[in-house]
């Protein structure tokens, strides 16, 4: 599997406070060695929304959109649920 991310997902990662960039960063670490052993835990909340669109939860409030095709996984954006739903408007 290869990970990659997007512009947009770089630049909405260095707006973040420090705090909330290691959170980010633990749990697409955790995505990726879920990937890695084909099991995936339940408190990562991922979830299809499109034919390789995919969201996971990072906290309450804060969810990273990505999209994976066979062997490739592009983190495409972070951001709240409104903020996702927009994403979705323009990207799909």
């Given at each position: 599997?290869?990970?990659?991310?997007s512009r947009?997902?770089?630049?909405?990662?260095?707006?973040?406070?420090?705090?909330?960039?290691?959170?980010v960063q633990?749990?697409?670490?955790?995505?990726?060695?879920?990937?890695?052993?084909?099991?995936?835990?339940?408190?990562?909340?991922?979830?299809?929304?499109?034919?390789?669109?995919?969201?996971?939860?990072?906290?309450?409030?804060?969810?990273?959109?990505?999209?994976?095709?066979?062997?490739?996984?592009?983190?495409?954006?972070?951001?709240?649920?409104?903020?996702?739903?927009?994403?979705?408007?323009?990207?799909?």
């Amino acid at each position: 599997m290869e990970y990659r991310t997007s512009r947009g997902f770089e630049r909405i990662l260095r707006r973040l406070n420090p705090p909330e960039r290691m959170e980010v960063q633990r749990h697409v670490d955790a995505l990726v060695r879920a990937f890695e052993v084909d099991t995936f835990p339940v408190g990562l909340g991922l979830k299809k929304l499109g034919n390789s669109l995919w969201e996971f939860r990072i906290n309450l409030s804060l969810r990273i959109l990505f999209q994976w095709e066979k062997q490739f996984i592009t983190f495409l954006f972070i951001g709240n649920h409104n903020e996702v739903q927009q994403f979705i408007k323009h990207y799909l």
